[in-house]
C-alpha cells in the first residue's frame, strides 16, 4: 500500500479478512512473515464490533484515549501564558515547542473537529456511560474518533455498518476529499467505487490486485475464471497422454525422461486443481399466497412525545417490492416490528391475510448458544426441507447449498465469522418457505460473492418483499417504491428507486440554492438602489467624502481580517505578533471613527 492509495479488499466470509485488518493495525500477529511499516506512521483502525470500556461516559473515553493530543494542547495553552506574562527567552523556546507538537499533532483544530464530527455522528450527551449504547452508537463514535485522529494509514472495517443513508453520503465525501491512505472491507458497492481507486481480491490462497472500480473487478475476474477453465479443460486432455506415457514404466532414466516424469507430476496437480469450493445455492418452495396480503389503516405509533407513525395507511398488493429509508431513530424498525406483530400500535388496523408466511431478518441477528453446532441449529427449524421444485434434502444437504460443507457443520457457532452468522440466519430464515420477507439491513457483515447470490435469488422471489437498508446498490437493484421515514410521524410513498429520489431531492435542493440566490442578488440591488438615493440628498463634497469612506471602511476591515488571520496562524516571531496586535487595535478605533462619520452622512440624506 503507498501513499495516496485508496483500497478495498474482497473476499468471501470466513477467509480471514477481519484478522488480515488486525495484523496490518498491530492488534495481532502473523503466524509467519513479515508486515513492514514505514517509521512514524499514524495509523487509525475502525474494527468491525469496536470493543469499549462500558463503566467510562463517552467524555471519559475520549479523554483516556487522546491523552497525548490532548496533553499537547495543554502544554501549548501554558507554554503561551507563560509567554505572554512574561517574554523571555526560556519562555519563548517552550512555546516554540509548543507551536511545533501542535503542527505534529494536527492539534490546532482538534475542538472543532471532535465537535463537527460528534454532532455530524448523532453523538450529543456526552455524560452517557458507552455501557448504555447500542451496537450502532459503539460503531458511530469508533468511526467519528478514528476520522478525529487524521491518520496517515486509515484502515476501516465494514465502515458503513449503522450509518443512515445521509451519513454514508457524506462519509463518501469525505474520504473522497481527505488525503488519507485508506484500506478497508466493506460491502456497500456504491461506496466502494466512489472512494476507492484499487481492489484487492483474496481467492483460493492468491492476492489479485484491480486498478478500477466494482464493475472493473466483476469483469476481469470473469475472465480470470474462464481462463482457468479453459486451462483445466486442457490440462485434462494432456493428462491422458501423459499418463499412459507413465504406465508405460520407462525404463531409461535419462535427463529427458526425467524431465517429463518431473511435468507429469505438475500437470497432475493443475489438472486436479478444480475448485472445491461450493457457490452459495439459494432455493426454496415459496408458500402460495392468496389475494389478501396486508392491510394497514390509520395506524399510530408513539413513544411519549416522539412519533413514530400518524395515522399510516398503505395496501400491500402481490409482488410489491418496497424500500424504508430514513435516519436513524425515525422508528423503522419499530414498523417492521408492529407489522410482524412483535409491537402494538396504539391505534388502528392490521390485517394479515390468511396465507401470509413473514420471514423475518431482523438486524439484530440469529441468537444461538455459543456452544451449539451448526447442523443443531438448523435441525431445530426443519430435518427435511422442500425445494422449489418439490424435491426434498436434509439439513446436512441445505446446509452445503448455503456455503457450510460437511466439515464445517459441527462446528460451534462460537467459531463463525460475522458474516457466516449472518448467512446462517438467512438459512434459517427462507427455511420457513416464507412468501412475504421482511429484510432489515440485511447486507450488514456479508461478503459481495454472498450478496450478489442473496440479490439474484431475491430478484426471482415472486412474494413480497419489504427491505430496511443503507445499502444502496442494493436497493435500488430490487425495490421498485419507497416508504420514506421523515419523522415526526410522517411517511412518504415515492415511486421509483433510491436513485431516483436522491435524483429529485438533489434538483429540490438546486432550485432552492437558485431561489436564495436570485432573493440576494435582489435585496443587495434595492440596498444599492437606497445608497445611491441617500447619496443624492448630500452635497457635492458631502457625496465625495461619503464614497471614499466607503473604500476606506471596506480596506480597513479587509486588512483587520488578514492580521487576525496571521495571529490565529500559529506564528512564532514574539516582536512581530506585538506589532499585528498593536496595528489591529489602531484599525478597530478608525473603523469606529470612519463607521460613526458614515452613519452621520447616511441620515443626514434621509
Known amino acids: 500500500i503507498s501513499k495516496g492509495d485508496k483500497v478495498a479488499l474482497i473476499a468471501n466470509n470466513g477467509t480471514g479478512k477481519s484478522s488480515l485488518l488486525k495484523i496490518l493495525a498491530g492488534k495481532d500477529t502473523p503466524d509467519n512473515g513479515t508486515v513492514f511499516v514505514r517509521d512514524g506512521l499514524k495509523t487509525g483502525y475502525l474494527e468491525q464490533e469496536p470493543a469499549f470500556d462500558g463503566e467510562l461516559s463517552i467524555n471519559q473515553y475520549i479523554e483516556s484515549s487522546h491523552t497525548q493530543v490532548l496533553g499537547v494542547i495543554r502544554k501549548y495553552e501554558n507554554a503561551l501564558t507563560a509567554q505572554t506574562e512574561s517574554y523571555n527567552e526560556v519562555n519563548q523556546n517552550a512555546f516554540e515547542l509548543a507551536s511545533a507538537d501542535m503542527d505534529k499533532y494536527d492539534a490546532w ?118 481462463v482457468f477453465k479453459t486451462e483445466l479443460h486442457k490440462a485434462g486432455r494432456m ?18 525422461s526425467k524431465s517429463r516424469i518431473d511435468a507429469f507430476y505438475d500437470l497432475k496437480e493443475k489438472a486436479s486443481g478444480k475448485k472445491t469450493e461450493q457457490e452459495l445455492k439459494l432455493e426454496v418452495k415459496m408458500s402460495r399466497i392468496g389475494g389478501k396480503i396486508l392491510e394497514l389503516k390509520k395506524v399510530h405509533k408513539s413513544y411519549g412525545e416522539l412519533k413514530i407513525l400518524d395515522g399510516f395507511e398503505h395496501t400491500f398488493k402481490k409482488g410489491e ?129 454472498t450478496l450478489t447470490k442473496l440479490e439474484e435469488f431475491l430478484e426471482n422471489f415472486g412474494g413480497c418483499l419489504l427491505i430496511v437498508s443503507h445499502d444502496r446498490y442494493f436497493m435500488d437493484k430490487l425495490v421498485d417504491s419507497l416508504f420514506i421515514f421523515e419523522g415526526e410521524g410522517k411517511v412518504r410513498g415515492f415511486l421509483g428507486t433510491y436513485s431516483d429520489y436522491r435524483i429529485e431531492i438533489e434538483e429540490a435542493e438546486k432550485s432552492e440554492r437558485q431561489q436564495q440566490a436570485a432573493l440576494k442578488k435582489s435585496e443587495a440591488k434595492d440596498k444599492t438602489d437606497e445608497r445611491q438615493q441617500e447619496k443624492k440628498k448630500l452635497t457635492y463634497k458631502e457625496r465625495l467624502e461619503y464614497a471614499a469612506l ?38 478597530i478605533k478608525l473603523l469606529e471613527q470612519k463607521t460613526n462619520r458614515w452613519l452621520e452622512l447616511t441620515e443626514a440624506g434621509e
Open 239 to 256: 493428462m491422458k497422454w501423459e499418463l499412459e506415457w507413465m504406465r508405460r514404466m520407462p525404463k531409461a532414466r535419462t535427463t529427458k
Open 109 to 226: 483544530d482538534y475542538d472543532r473537529r471532535l465537535k463537527m464530527l460528534l454532532d455530524k455522528f448523532n453523538i450529543t450527551n456526552l455524560e452517557l456511560p458507552i455501557g448504555l449504547l447500542s451496537g450502532g452508537q459503539k460503531k458511530r463514535l469508533a468511526l467519528a474518533l478514528a476520522l478525529l485522529d487524521k491518520p496517515d494509514l486509515l484502515i476501516l472495517d465494514e465502515p458503513t455498518n449503522h450509518l443512515d443513508i445521509d451519513m454514508i453520503e457524506w462519509l463518501e465525501k469525505y474520504l473522497q476529499q481527505s488525503s488519507s491512505t485508506l484500506f478497508m472491507v466493506t460491502h456497500d458497492r456504491y461506496f466502494l467505487d466512489r472512494v476507492c481507486n484499487q481492489i484487492l481480491e483474496l481467492s483460493d490462497g492468491k492476492l489479485y490486485r484491480h486498478n478500477g472500480n466494482y464493475e472493473y473487478f466483476l469483469e476481469k475476474r470473469a475472465e480470470r475464471e474462464e
Open 550 to 587: 466607503e473604500k476606506e471602511i471596506e480596506k480597513l476591515e479587509e486588512e483587520k481580517k488578514s492580521l487576525e488571520a496571521m495571529l490565529q496562524s500559529g506564528e512564532q516571531d514574539y516582536e512581530k505578533l506585538l506589532m499585528v496586535s498593536k496595528r489591529v487595535s489602531e484599525i
Open 321 to 449: 417490492r418496497i424500500g424504508i429509508i430514513g435516519k436513524n431513530g425515525v422508528g423503522k424498525t419499530t414498523f417492521i416490528n408492529i407489522i410482524t406483530g412483535k409491537e402494538k400500535a396504539d391505534s388502528g388496523k392490521i390485517n394479515v391475510g390468511e396465507t401470509i408466511v413473514f420471514g423475518i431478518y431482523s438486524q439484530d441477528g440469529l441468537k444461538l448458544k455459543e456452544d451449539m453446532r451448526i447442523i443443531d441449529a438448523v435441525r431445530e427449524h426443519a430435518e427435511v426441507i422442500e425445494m422449489s421444485d418439490g424435491s426434498k434434502i436434509t439439513a446436512s444437504q441445505l446446509l452445503n447449498q448455503f456455503q457450510f460443507p460437511p466439515q464445517l457443520q459441527h462446528t460451534f457457532v462460537s467459531k463463525l465469522s460475522g458474516g457466516e452468522r449472518r448467512r446462517l440466519y438467512l438459512l434459517t430464515v427462507l427455511i420457513k418457505n416464507p412468501n412475504f420477507l421482511i429484510l432489515d439491513e440485511p447486507t450488514n457483515d456479508l461478503d459481495l460473492l
